[in-house]
Every structure is written in C-alpha cells, then in structure tokens.
C-alpha cells in the first residue's frame, strides 16, 4: 500500500490525520506537501524508511526526541529485558528509584523528581506543584510548554484558565518585571524555556530568578529540549542559573514516552497536598530507555559530541547556502539544534520538497536536531548534497516561477 493510500485512510480515521499536530503534513513540509511522506515503516540510527520504501536521512529526529539515533541497540536491549519481565504492575517499579536518584544526582536543582509520560504532563505538573505550593494561581510563563490548558490559547481553552496565565515574550526583561509586577502577591510561578531558537540573553534568567525570589514564586525551567542534549543537568547547568523545578524530556528517554520534573524537596513535596497520578506514569519501559542514556552520557561525552555533529551537519547546510548565493535565508540555532530561517513560507516549502527528493528530511522552521547517529560521513555529505538541492530549487522557483 502506497503512502498516499496511508494517508488516505489515516484521514479517515485518526482525527485530524496525525494525534502529534506537529506531524501533520501540511505542518511538517508547509503548503507543498501532497507528495511529501506522511508515514514510516522503520527508522534506525538517522534514517527513516517510508512506506513506499525510500529511505531518508532524518535532521528532524522525532522532534528532537532522539538524541542517540531511533532504535539505539542498548535503548532496545534495556527496554525488551524489561519489557519481558513485565514493565507494570500495581507495585512501583525499582526503576523509578533509580532514575530519580540518577537524575536528582545530575540535574543542580534535583532533590526529588515524579515521572509523567508527556513533556506537557511533566509541566502541567510543575505548574500545578508550584500553585499547592504558595497557595496563588498566576503563571507568567515564556515559551513553549505543550497543549494542555493551563498555558495555552487555542480554541477550547475556557477564558477563566486563560486568565490566570500570562505569556511573555521570550527574553524580554522589561515585558517579564512588568508581568510579574502585574501578578503581585498572586504570582504563583515564572515558567520560562532557557533557550528558545538562541542563548538567552545576558542575565535574562539570574532576572527571571531575582523576580521569582522576590515575589516568593515558584521558577521553573522547561529543560525538555535542552535536558540531555545541551547538557545532561539541563541548560541551568551550562548558566549557572538554578530555578526551583525543571522538566525534562524528549532525549531523556530517546524516544520512549517519558518526562521528568525535578526539583527542590520543598516544592516537590507539595505532591503529597494535591493529586497527580498516571496509571502508567512509573511503567519501566520507558525508564528503562532512560538508563540506558544516562549510562552513556556517564561512559561517553555525549553532549559535546552532539555540538560536534550538528556543527558538521549545519556547516554542510551553510556550504551548500554560500555555493547557492540566495538571499532570504540563513542557518541558525545553536550546533546540537539548529534550523534554517527562512523569510518567505513558501520558498521555505519549495526547499523542502527539493531537499526531501535528493534523500533528506529537514524540519519546516526550528529546529533540526543532530544525533550520535549523524556522526557518519556518508550522512553529513547526504544532508550537504540534499542542502544544495533544495537550494536550486528555490533558485528556479525565484527565476522561473516554477
Ligand atoms: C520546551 C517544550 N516544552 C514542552 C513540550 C511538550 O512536550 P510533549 O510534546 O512531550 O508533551 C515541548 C514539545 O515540543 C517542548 O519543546
């Protein structure tokens, strides 16, 4: 069966036609995306194989859920040893133990951590400790925390949710002290990604601190991009920066459905005077995918060694864009997530569907994601060469219309 037919039936039966909004196709790959794949039948180091079996270097990695390469032999040895001894039950797992110990060890905040299966849930739980904690309910929050309610203004969100939570732009000091201002003794936390497309800015987070302290508020990190593959104690590690709770996710279990929020006893402990349970949230399949990551960042460098690899991966990218001579377009991000920026949507559609002809899957706007498993000549030459090709494409869509 073709993937079009995939596709097809998928549009008949999955709401929507993807239960991740961020794989629909027309959000992967932008307008022109009638050709390009929607579903895959095997992924394996840096390479995706699709249903009509070609097989594509992936700079996409799951959204960045995979860090070592998709099915890395010690994840899936970890995770059927355990899933054969049964990964569930109405016991808690020794797993659990260890991993927050292991984690509470490596993350600078880390005095007690919960398990949830989804970043969204680990955040919403961050959220929902910090409100039991100091008794307030205002979150002023910058960043992307998932699609639950709590921090989101779609459709469906009822307005009394909304108005307890304040968005700010990210970095923006003046925006961030005003809101907290705004919120007074009913500021409950600051929730803030650290690193969003840059660095922070100088001192953008010690202010987030200064006012989250002063105000006797929460401050939480969302780590889940940066955990485990800008540095494996998050980017408060790299900034010297501590908030009181972080989550984390995505690389933390490379691909299995796991977060993690870790924090001061004090606010952790708030779980003790609220509810927050997940029938599955100690299931050991995923934390055993997670021990065997934090095994390697223990055995192997694995951070620096992803700056290493995305360096060469979006040095290819820039080679590519130098030799092209376009306008319009620039590389950009930090070496382990770094994405193209493009100034027109649909030159940025076009070179995707060039690129994704000659072999490569890049991601339509932040980021692309480097893996151990791009540490291969073979690949970064793919993703330089497959660079070029979408470039040209853009070229004759800029001089020919076509
Ligand atoms: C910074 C950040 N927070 C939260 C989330 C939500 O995580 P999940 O999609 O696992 O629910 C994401 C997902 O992209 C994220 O990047």
Same mark, same amino acid.
């Given at each position: 069966?073709?993937?079009?037919?995939?596709?097809?039936?998928?549009?008949?039966?999955?709401?929507?036609?993807?239960?991740?909004?961020?794989?629909?196709?027309?959000?992967?790959?932008?307008?022109?995306?009638?050709?390009?794949?929607?579903?895959?039948?095997?992924?394996?180091?840096?390479?995706?194989?699709?249903?009509?079996?070609?097989?594509?270097?992936?700079?996409?990695?799951?959204?960045?859920?995979?860090?070592?390469?998709?099915?890395?032999?010690?994840?899936?040895?970890?995770?059927?040893?355990?899933?054969?001894?049964?990964?569930?039950?109405?016991?808690?797992?020794?797993?659990?133990?260890?991993?927050?110990?292991?984690?509470?060890?490596?993350?600078?905040?880390?005095?007690?951590?919960?398990?949830?299966?989804?970043?969204?849930?680990?955040?919403?739980?961050?959220?929902?400790?910090?409100?039991?904690?100091?008794?307030?309910?205002?979150?002023?929050?910058?960043?992307?925390?998932?699609?639950?309610?709590?921090?989101?203004?779609?459709?469906?969100?009822?307005?009394?949710?909304?108005?307890?939570?304040?968005?700010?732009?990210?970095?923006?000091?003046?925006?961030? $002290?005003?809101?907290?201002?705004? /919120?007074?003794?009913?500021? !409950? *936390?600051?929730? #803030?990604?650290?690193?969003? =497309? @840059? &660095?922070?800015?100088?001192?953008?987070?010690?202010?987030?601190?200064?006012?989250?302290?002063?105000?006797?508020?929460?401050?939480?990190?969302?780590?889940?991009?940066?955990?485990?593959?800008?540095?494996?104690?998050?980017?408060?590690?790299?900034?010297?920066?501590?908030?009181?709770?972080?989550?984390?996710?995505?690389?933390?279990?490379?691909?299995?459905?796991?977060?993690?929020?870790?924090?001061?006893?004090?606010?952790?402990?708030?779980?003790?005077?609220?509810?927050?349970? $997940?029938?599955?949230?100690?299931? /050991?399949?995923?934390?055993? !995918? *997670?021990?065997? #990551?934090?095994?390697?960042? =223990? @055995? &192997?460098?694995?951070?620096?060694?992803?700056?290493?690899?995305?360096?060469?991966?979006?040095?290819?990218?820039?080679?590519?864009?130098?030799?092209?001579?376009?306008?319009?377009?620039?590389?950009?991000?930090?070496?382990?997530?770094?994405?193209?920026?493009?100034?027109?949507?649909?030159?940025?559609?076009?070179?995707?569907?060039?690129?994704?002809?000659?072999?490569?899957?890049?991601?339509?706007?932040?980021?692309?994601?480097?893996?151990?498993?791009?540490?291969?000549?073979?690949?970064?030459?793919?993703?330089?060469?497959?660079?070029?090709?979408?470039?040209?494409? #853009?070229?004759?869509?800029?001089?020919?219309?076509?």
């Amino acid at each position: 069966m073709s993937d079009r037919e995939w596709r097809e039936r998928a549009e008949r039966v999955v709401a929507a036609g993807a239960s991740t909004g961020s794989k629909r196709p027309a959000t992967m790959f932008g307008g022109e995306h009638h050709d390009a794949p929607s579903h895959f039948v095997r992924a394996l180091g840096c390479r995706v194989v699709t249903v009509d079996g070609a097989t594509l270097i992936d700079c996409t990695m799951a959204l960045g859920a995979v860090a070592l390469g998709y099915a890395d032999d010690e994840v899936v040895r970890r995770v059927w040893r355990v899933a054969a001894n049964g990964s569930v039950a109405g016991l808690n797992h020794i797993l659990e133990v260890e991993i927050a110990e292991r984690l509470c060890a490596v993350v600078p905040c880390g005095e007690r951590a919960l398990f949830t299966k989804s970043g969204a849930e680990g955040v919403a739980a961050a959220v929902r400790l910090a409100r039991t904690y100091t008794g307030r309910d205002v979150v002023v929050g910058s960043g992307y925390f998932g699609w639950l309610d709590w921090c989101s203004d779609s459709a469906g969100v009822p307005d009394g949710v909304k108005r307890d939570f304040v968005a700010v732009p990210w970095g923006d000091s003046g925006a961030l $002290g005003a809101a907290v201002a705004a /919120a007074g003794d009913r500021l !409950a *936390a600051i929730v #803030v990604e650290p690193v969003v =497309e @840059r &660095e922070p800015p100088d001192g953008w987070l010690a202010h987030a601190r200064a006012l989250a302290d002063r105000a006797r508020a929460v401050l939480v990190f969302d780590e889940i991009k940066t955990g485990f593959r800008l540095h494996p104690g998050g980017y408060q590690a790299i900034a010297g920066v501590t908030p009181d709770v972080a989550v984390f996710g995505k690389a933390l279990a490379n691909g299995f459905p796991l977060a993690a929020v870790v924090g001061h006893a004090d606010v952790m402990e708030a779980a003790r005077h609220t509810w927050i349970s $997940g029938t599955l949230a100690g299931e /050991a399949v995923a934390l055993a !995918a *997670a021990q065997a #990551v934090l095994d390697r960042h =223990e @055995r &192997e460098d694995v951070c620096p060694r992803l700056r290493g690899v995305g360096a060469r991966m979006r040095g290819a990218v820039v080679d590519a864009l130098d030799h092209a001579g376009i306008a319009g377009v620039g590389v950009e991000g930090l070496d382990p997530m770094w994405f193209i920026r493009w100034s027109d949507a649909a030159r940025e559609t076009r070179f995707l569907a060039g690129a994704r002809e000659a072999g490569v899957l890049f991601k339509r706007g932040a980021y692309d994601y480097a893996a151990l498993a791009h540490d291969d000549e073979e690949a970064i030459s793919a993703i330089g060469q497959a660079a070029a090709a979408g470039f040209d494409a #853009v070229r004759r869509l800029d001089t020919e219309g076509q």
